[in-house]
């Protein structure tokens, strides 16, 4: 079960690089272009986890670490 050490890793997304999150994260299971110009990148775990991009930096994060 994700914990709250989980969920810090995570929320280090923020202000990395696209490919500085691929090489931590790994390849997002999808990617959706939201209407605002951001990119969102879904990830497959057991908890809801998605990060944010616009123009090339993660600008958010989410995740629910299962609760």
Known sequence: MPNSDDLHWFQ???GMKVQ???A???QPKSRTPMNN???RWHYPW???AYIDFKDG???SV???AGY
Do not use: D, P, Q, R
């Open 24 to 26: 931590t994260y790994g």
């Open 46 to 48: 057991l908890a809801s």
């Open 62 to 64: 989410f995740y629910t």
């Open 37 to 39: 110009g951001i990119m």
């Open 57 to 59: 930096t993660a600008v």
């Open 12 to 14: 280090n997304a923020k």
């Open 20 to 22: 500085e999150v691929l």
